[in-house]
């Protein structure tokens, strides 16, 4: 077994995997879909994944119910793959409903789960066979090893299904001289996944090629080598899953990791990509979470690189290691960046805010002032999109309301963002519709007129909702004390030096944080005054931000659970 940075070799059956219009339909409205509710869909390594006709497997993690199947359809290029095949818990064919009906018509394989039938022991003998089928013609399957949708911060271990599958696919086709299976890991990172305009990233590694000839292991007639086999691929692809993800044993470490990122990198903002931004912050997350279940003697987990989708990268060195004394510090600082966030939350400020200090009373009120005329400009450029939205807007507050009642929030936050991404996606066309009828007459014009003055409302109302936080943060300060403001001052000014020394003496981050950006090749540099205008604050197409973890409320969501 062997990962490759091309693919090569495969059993090629040109024509054997041409997707029905059906699926074409589906994946379409799946981006519909996906772009409507997230506000970026940045994706990484796109040409990691195999080509049509070529057998492969793309293994997930499976963090957000139905939209993880969303996520992935509608990120694979159809030019590189045609069509991807997913599997399913078996319960979506014994009942009706929409989610179901698009469940079943996207060519979905299902599988029968044990916690589905009372933990009883099930037969997925004919599923196993139709999948091995599958690939023997040059499918692509996409499998979720954790076996259940689960809204936690660690990733649950894999389970032996897509290495066993693997086995037996090349035991059929073992006596074929040219045939491979490739699989393709991939890791799905929402920053809030049930929130409205959040961010997803999604990364597809470098591939794992099998044949038979090199990975006879994986269907040796010896039991014991067999097990064996299966069970280090099966730890393959859940580590390479798990590299580049958000993943700690609690939500609070994830929560100390941000802020972390925030006290070595917090002038970064959107200059990076927002791949590079999830690494960087996993660096630290992975870190912390380490710290809370190793001996003084262990290693830190080896860092993928902080890179583009380019793959351009700052290659890090294997973290050193550390004694006792060390480990004690870092757990101090842990606890201190706890304490700090705490500190920023209840006073609902920015790190940046107490980085730059309190401006003078005559400042604060110029920019208040000034974000109050842009607060009222917004406002009244967004009431006739507004209008129009409220539908959506209205169906996804009850829908939400009714899905917290369910039980445990943990437990339903999956499906509050699979219902919201489908109530969306659903109305929108509806209220298109509805309003081209209305203005029948002059439909030529009001149809596309109707998306423009949509998609504008929501630009204009994600500004809107920015600049009502900022000001209701000038506001804040405007009350604070000096004292309190030189008090939260040196505090961060103190942890920012400790922060930067771990990240460069333990995590082997860069002494200049700018040398990110400079590696980072995904954004082109604007030029002149009026590229700087129109690639930020004016721009149509994205919002203008200061972190890539912000999202449309009014508050700054750092807590995770």
């Not at 299904?161 to 929402?190: E, H």
């Not at 509805?434 to 007459?441: I, R, S």
């Not at 949509?454 to 909702?465: H, K, N, S, V």
């Not at 000001?471 to 309190?484: E, K, N």
């Amino acid at each position: 077994m062997g990962t490759s940075d091309s693919i090569a070799g495969g059993l090629h059956r040109p024509g054997s995997n041409v997707a029905p219009p059906m699926y074409k339909a589906i994946r379409f409205f799946f981006e519909i879909c996906l772009h409507s509710f997230y506000g970026n869909v940045e994706v990484e390594g796109t040409e990691n994944i195999a080509p049509d006709n070529y057998p492969a497997i793309l293994v997930a993690n499976h963090s957000n119910s139905l939209t993880d199947a969303i996520a992935i359809l509608s990120t694979v290029p159809p030019k590189i793959r045609s069509m991807v095949r997913l599997t399913a818990k078996d319960t979506f064919w014994h009942k009706p409903g929409v989610f179901n009906y698009v469940i079943k018509s996207a060519g979905t394989i299902p599988i029968k789960r044990r916690k589905d039938y009372e933990n009883q022991k099930v037969d997925n003998t004919e599923t196993m066979g139709a999948l091995i089928d599958s690939l023997g013609t040059g499918s692509c399957v996409c499998m979720f090893p954790e076996g259940i949708s689960r809204y936690h911060p660690q990733l649950a271990p894999f389970k032996a299904g897509v290495a066993m599958i693997a086995s037996d696919t090349l035991a059929r086709y073992q006596d074929m001289p040219d045939f491979s299976l490739t699989l393709v890991t991939t890791s799905i990172n929402y920053l809030h996944r049930e929130k409205f305009r959040s961010d997803v990233v999604v990364t597809f590694h470098a591939p794992i090629v099998l044949t038979p000839q090199q990975d006879a292991k994986l269907f040796s007639a010896d039991k014991q080598e067999k097990t064996e086999a299966i069970r280090k691929l099966t730890e393959l692809l859940e580590s390479t899953v798990r590299s580049t993800l958000l993943d700690a044993q609690d939500w609070e470490t994830v929560r100390i990791g941000h802020t972390a990122r925030k006290l070595y990198a917090g002038d970064l903002g959107t200059r990076i990509s927002l791949g590079q931004y999830v690494r960087l912050t996993r660096k630290f997350v992975s870190a912390f979470s380490q710290h809370k279940q190793e001996t003084a003697t262990a290693k830190l987990e080896d860092g993928s690189p902080i890179g583009d989708k380019n793959g351009d990268s700052l290659e890090m060195k294997q973290p050193v290691k550390m004694d006792a004394e060390t480990v004690k510090k870092i757990d101090e600082l842990a606890k201190d960046l706890a304490e700090y966030q705490d500190q920023l939350d209840f006073y609902h400020l920015k790190d940046y805010r107490i980085k730059q200090g309190k401006p003078s009373v005559r400042v604060l009120f110029g920019k208040l002032f000034q974000r109050s005329l842009l607060a009222c400009l917004l406002s009244t450029i967004c009431l006739p999109g507004l209008f129009l939205w409220a539908p959506v807007f209205i169906a996804i507050k009850y829908q939400e309301r009714k899905i917290r009642k369910k039980g445990p929030l943990e437990d339903n936050l999956d499906e509050i963002a699979q219902y919201k991404l489908m109530i969306a996606s659903f109305f929108l066309p509806v209220i298109w519709g509805f309003w081209v009828l209305v203005t029948l007459p002059i439909a030529l014009f009001s149809g596309p007129g109707i998306v423009i003055l949509m998609w504008l409302t929501i630009r204009w109302l994600e500004d809107l909702i920015h600049n009502a936080k900022s000001m209701l943060s000038l506001l804040r300060l405007l009350f604070l004390t000096q004292d309190t403001i030189y008090s939260l001052r040196d505090c961060r000014q103190e942890l920012a030096e400790r922060v930067h020394d771990y990240a460069v003496q333990y995590l082997k981050l860069p002494e200049d944080p700018e040398d990110l950006v400079r590696e980072n090749r995904t954004r082109k540099a604007s030029s002149g005054w009026f590229g700087k205008l129109s690639g930020s604050y004016f721009s149509i197409k994205r919002r203008r931000r200061k972190d890539w973890n912000e999202v449309m409320r009014l508050h700054d969501v750092t807590k995770y659970d």
